[in-house]
Structures are given as C-alpha cells and as structure tokens.
C-alpha cells in the first residue's frame, strides 16, 4: 500500500475528529479564498465597467471622473478632440440633478445625463450612449429620455409614456417649469448606485429639461480612440493642459491609489491571519494525532517501514486533510464571497454593478499555492517527530505504559 | 442642525492652485488662512509665510493669503486613502474669489449652513419648522446629516460576518482538538468510572478544566490583541497618513470575545467528552 493510501485508512480509522479537521480546514479556506477574491475583486471589477462602454480614455477636470468638477467650453473642447488624428469620436456627459413629478406620491429625485457625440469619422458618429437598452429604443430628439427600470416601475410607465421632469443645471435653487418628456426606451446605466434612478437623454433633451439654462459645461467627455488609448490621452492631453485625460487603466490606477486601498489592505492582512490559523491548526492537529500513534509508528518502523515512509505518511496525512478541505472551501468560499459582497454593496454610491468579490484564475492558482504551503509546512513539525522516533525505546515505554 | 439645498446634495468642491509662496513676513496684510498638516509638508509651507491662491490651475487672478497656523485635519474615514491638501479661507474670501463675474455679491449660494441650538433637543422640530418655512431649503438634525456614516456602518456588517465566519471556523478546529485530547485521556477517565467515580463528577471536572483552558486563551487572545492594537494602528496611519483610529480595544469587545469564547471552549470539551463518557468504565480502561 502507497503511502497516500496508508494515510486514507489513517483518517477514516478516527472519522469524526478527521471529518472536523477538513470542515476546519474548508472553513479557513473559504475566508481565504474571499478575501483573495476581494483583494483585486473591485480593480477587475471596475476595470470590466469601463471596459463595457468601449469609450477608452476620459477627459474631466478633476483628478478622476465624477470630482464634481467640470469642463468649461465642453462643445469647443469635444470637438477640438474629435478632430485629432487618433480620435475616433468623443461624448459629451453633463449631468444634471432632476425631480420626476408622480400624480400621487412625493416626487422622485433622479440623475440626468445628457449626451452629445462629436466625431469626424462616419464610424465615431454612431458611437452609443454610456447605457445599455434594454426594451425599446434609444432616446434621439430632444422631447425623448430613457430610464432605468426602478424608475420605470415607481412611476408606472415604459417606452411610449410621458413623465414630467424639472432638472435644475447651474443652482440647485433654481425653480424650473416642469418639462413633459417622452420615454423611449428602458436603459441600464452602468455606474448607478442600488439606491438611485438615472435618466438618460440627448444633451438637447437636458437643455430642454433646463429650460434652456444648460452652459456650456460637462461633466466628463468619453473618448474612443482609433486603437492607442495610451497615445490619444497623451495627445489629448498635449492639445487641452486644462483638462485631465486618462486611459480606463489610469482611472482604475488612480482609484486603486485612493479608495480600493482599503480591501487590499484588509484582505492582505486577513489572508495572512487565516494562513497562520490554519498552519497552527493543522499543526496541532497533526502533532496530536501522531503523539497519540507513536507505538503504531514505532512498531511500523520495526516491521521494516523506513524512516522516508513513515514521513511521506504524515505529509499525505496532512496533504488529505487540506486538499480535501480545500476542495470543499471552493463553493464554500463563492456561496460566503456571495453573502460577503451583498453586505459591502449596501454601501452609499457603490454602482449596483460594481463588485467586491470577484473570480479571477490567479487567485485560485493563489489560493492552491497557500494550501499547498500550508500542507506542507503543518506537517513540519509531525515529520520531524516520526523521523526522529527511537524505535526500541518507544516500543519498550508502549509495554511498560 | 444643518441647513442645505433641497436638490441633491452634491459637496462643493472648489480647486485651489497653491502658487509658490511669495514671501515670509510677520507684518503682512494679507488675510489668514490655515492650512492642512500635509500641504505644509508637502509644499514645505510654515506659519507666517505668504502664499497665494487661485481658483484656476493657471494662477489667474490669484491672491495672496498669510498662513496663520498649520491643523491636523479632522480624520475622515470617507476619504480614506486621500491626502488632505487643503486650506480652510474666512468665508468672505472664499465668495471673493469663487464668486461668478455675472453674480452680485451676497447673492452667493453656499452648500450648507450648520446651526447652534440654544436647546440641542429642539433639533427636529426646529428643522421641521425651517422645511416648512423656506422652500427649497432642507433642514436635517445634525445626527442626520452624517452620511459619511453609512460606509462604516456597512464595514461595521462586514467585519462581522468576517468574526463569525472566524468563529465557526474555531469552533470546528476546537472541537477537533477536544476530541483528540479528550481520547488521549481516554485510560483515566476509565480508571475514575471504575474507581466509582459519577459520569456528573467527572463531567464537572471537565467543565472545570474547559473554562480554564478557554478562560487562559481568552485572556492571553486579549492581551495579543491589545499589544497589536497599537501596532496595527501605527501601520495604517502611517501608510494612509491620517490621524484615523483604526483598532480599538474597548471594554464592550473585550467583554464581547470573553463572552464568546469561555463559553464556547467549555463547551466543545463537553461535548468532546460526552460520547467517551457514555461507554463503560472497562471498556475505556481496557488497553
């Protein structure tokens, strides 16, 4: 009999106390195995949402898009860089704060995007909105919006209704008169919050919401280049020193820098507590397990067991209680990571699409390498005991005892 | 109490340019300003020296401001990770220089107004009153206002599914060992069964001897705690350069862990030694 199948029999000879070492073993692993999911989980995560639009470099005033900043002469701007070489087309985004009245219940206070596309290229002029249709169509003239769902359902309308807006652009004390919009279609917009409602429309269509009082100002201006995002932004930038122009991987650099530092942290140092506890654990657990079986080994041993054997015993010992908690920390691991990522989405101003926790092949080649090291390393200890176990002496003590 | 628009209420956020300072004179006109712990250090700034601010990067229009003193910014746990480069001007010179050329002076708009109560309990009525008097104004109590809360209150849930799952972990890795400990004392507790000791007795015994073990861990859990407190502290306003407490070992969370754990050893050497203690005496103390 091989040496993992000596150790098999070695488990399952004491099923309970095995049974809670891999259980312990599961559990420990599926913590870590989450918290190595959140550790780059919100950089992949916010990396996919920019990704999504197909717009590759952001043009805004502040260090980072959405800084409440915004770009003076935005028109001017867009088109100046629409007309660079590598520019295929650019969107002009100005948000505005609006109130959707309701026949029977307190108004609802919505976000207002407006779009504009500038471009040269007969390509770059059919670029899409920042949102995604879901039923209907795209809002075109400037009496048609698109709404998320959630504002669809509170106020009880879809494509072809009406609802009545009164968005406010420059001050939020301005008193507009209320504007009948036509819904075109239902949209999901990518950075919405779970607790807001977004409204999209043409830049034409906010200015009409406005009521005219729009400026000339955005908030942010998508730009998709020809291919070379790295050199549009640098072009970008040469051409407007006013602005901040940034690829989606230096805004996600940026924010790695500033909010997401914290899960690293956290998962660092998590990741590091959760090992420890395991390789203690599993120590322990191993170390008992020989001590009570030191007779056994030693009467192996004189059998004509060699010293190499009796220690590939514990190692697959060891190796059998963590692989096969480790395999079972997996689902484990994704169902927690599920429950885990709920809890942090309740944050205010996390876009529901937005995730903590997030699958990636190098977290689980990660994950393997630790429980592997963790294998190897509790079973240091136990090794060295049955390694170093005099067999006469021991035999002797077993008879006497 | 705390007094803002009625739309969305979105931070005024204004860019300062700090141009280079322009000279060191105690005798300045120039009005005060104070300024952040990190702008002083980064721009190697001291008290007294004259600076100016612009509201644009190009330095347009700027002014000259006299630094009188350096603060330690109140810690933000919603800018995290941010350094706080900012400079705190008299509100009159900020509507100064932030004021639209087309705008009338005293016709600014200013993001919030926080308000004194001479009876702080008066605070809903009183914001009630304000909502129903000025239109397009929101009043909100103070405790209110603090939505920068709301992401420590999630963190707050977070770490606590993280504690229980720690938890449930423990207690299999506990009973694990119990269990072995527990059959390593297999030939004695055989002995007292045959010697006529009660199951009740020695079950007592091992209650006894669980509540100290677990007792000792927690104790020695805590003190490992307390120690790394500071450490863990220290780290992280180093690494985010902020004042921020990040651990604290209160009373409360002490009481709480002592409450869990004690308990919860006691009772997995219980329950480790409950199936031993059902067979017989013989058949325990048999080799």
Redesign the interface.
């Known amino acids: 009999m091989n040496a993992l199948g000596f150790a098999w029999r070695s488990l399952v000879r004491q099923p309970?106390?095995a049974a809670?070492?891999v259980?312990?073993v599961a559990?420990?692993g599926?913590?870590l195995f989450d918290m190595l999911l959140l550790s780059r989980g919100l950089i992949v995560s916010m990396q996919d949402l920019l990704d999504r639009g197909g717009w590759d470099v952001r043009v805004s005033?502040?260090d980072l898009p959405g800084?409440?900043?915004r770009l003076p002469h935005a028109i001017a701007t867009a088109e100046s860089i629409a007309q660079l070489p590598s520019v295929q087309g650019a969107l002009i985004v100005r948000t505005a704060?609006a109130?959707v009245d309701r026949a029977s219940a307190t108004p609802l206070?919505v976000?207002f995007q407006g779009v504009a596309t500038r471009s040269t290229d007969p390509a770059g002029s059919r670029l899409r909105a920042p949102w995604t249709i879901l039923r209907g169509r795209d809002a075109e003239g400037p009496n048609e919006i698109v709404v998320d769902e959630r504002l669809a359902s509170q106020t009880g309308t879809g494509p072809g209704g009406e609802i009545i807006v009164r968005a406010?652009c420059v001050?939020?004390?301005e008193?507009l008169p209320a504007t009948r919009l036509t819904i075109a279609g239902i949209a999901e917009f990518p950075f919405q919050t779970t607790s807001d409602s977004t409204v999209g429309g043409t830049l034409a269509a906010l200015a009409a919401a406005c009521g005219g009082n729009i400026g000339d100002e955005a908030d942010l201006i998508l730009v998709t280049s020809r291919g070379d995002a790295d050199g549009t932004a640098a072009s970008i930038r040469a051409e407007h020193p006013?602005v901040r122009a940034a690829t989606n991987s230096e805004v996600v650099g940026r924010l790695q820098?500033?909010?997401f530092?914290?899960f690293q942290?956290i998962s660092s140092?998590?990741t590091t507590v959760t090992v420890s506890?395991a390789v203690l654990?599993i120590t322990?657990?191993l170390t008992?397990?020989v001590?009570?079986r030191l007779g056994e080994v030693a009467a192996l041993r004189a059998l004509g067991f060699s010293r190499m054997r009796v220690v590939k015993d514990v190692l697959c010992e060891s190796a059998l209680i963590v692989g096969t908690g480790g395999l079972l920390s997996l689902p484990l691991g994704w169902a927690?990571a599920s429950?885990?990522d709920r809890?942090?989405k309740?944050?205010?101003g996390i876009p529901a699409a937005l995730h903590f926790f997030v699958f990636e092949s190098r977290a689980l080649v990660v994950h393997v390498a630790l429980l592997v090291a963790t294998a190897v390393i509790a079973a240091l200890y136990p090794m060295r005991i049955v390694s170093r176990l005099p067999i006469a002496a021991t035999l002797r003590d077993e008879v006497i005892g | 109490m705390r007094l803002a628009?009625?739309?969305?209420l979105?931070?005024?956020?204004l860019?300062f340019c700090v141009l280079p300072p322009v000279a060191w004179a105690q005798e300045s006109t120039a009005p005060d300003v104070l300024i952040s712990r990190q702008l002083a250090e980064s721009e190697g700034l001291t008290v007294g020296t004259v600076i100016r601010l612009a509201t644009d990067?190009?330095g347009a229009h700027a002014r000259e401001f006299r630094i009188a003193g350096i603060y330690e910014p109140t810690p933000d746990p919603a800018r995290?990770?941010?350094v706080p480069r900012s400079v705190r001007l008299h509100l009159p010179d900020l509507l100064e220089m932030t004021r639209p050329v087309d705008v009338p002076a005293g016709a600014e708009?200013v993001s919030s107004v926080n308000v004194a109560l001479t009876n702080p309990a008066d605070a809903q009525q009183f914001a009630s009153d304000v909502n129903a008097r000025l239109p397009?104004v929101l009043a909100l109590p103070a405790g209110e206002a603090t939505?920068s809360a709301?992401?420590f209150r999630?963190?707050e849930?977070?770490h606590l599914?993280?504690a229980i799952?720690?938890i449930?972990?423990?207690t299999?890795?506990l009973?694990?060992?119990t269990?072995?400990?527990v059959?390593?004392r297999r030939e004695t507790v055989g002995v007292l069964r045959l010697i006529g000791l009660p199951v009740r007795r020695i079950l007592t015994q091992i209650l006894l001897e669980g509540l100290i073990v677990a007792g000792t861990g927690a104790v020695f859990g805590l003190v490992l705690a307390a120690l790394s407190e500071q450490l863990?502290n220290q780290f992280?306003q180093w690494?985010?350069d902020t004042a921020l407490i990040f651990v604290r070992v209160t009373k409360d969370v002490a009481l709480t862990c002592v409450m869990i754990a004690v308990p919860l050893g006691a009772s997995a050497t219980v329950v480790a030694s409950w199936a031993l203690l059902r067979r017989g005496g013989l058949r325990l103390a048999r080799r």
Do not use: C, K, W
């Not at chain 2, 628009?5 to 969305?8: E, G, S, Y």
């Open positions: 309970a106390r809670l070492g259980l312990g559990a420990v599926a913590l005033a502040g800084s409440g900043l704060s109130q206070h976000s406010t001050a939020d004390l008193a006013d820098q500033t909010g530092t914290y942290q140092v998590l506890f654990l322990v657990l008992v397990s001590n009570q927690m429950g885990l809890i942090l309740g944050m205010p | 628009p009625a739309a969305v979105l931070p005024a956020i860019a990067a190009s995290l990770g941010q708009y397009g939505g709301g992401p999630v963190l849930r977070f599914a993280i799952i720690t449930v972990a423990a299999v890795f009973l694990a060992l269990i072995m400990l059959d390593e863990i992280f690494r985010y």
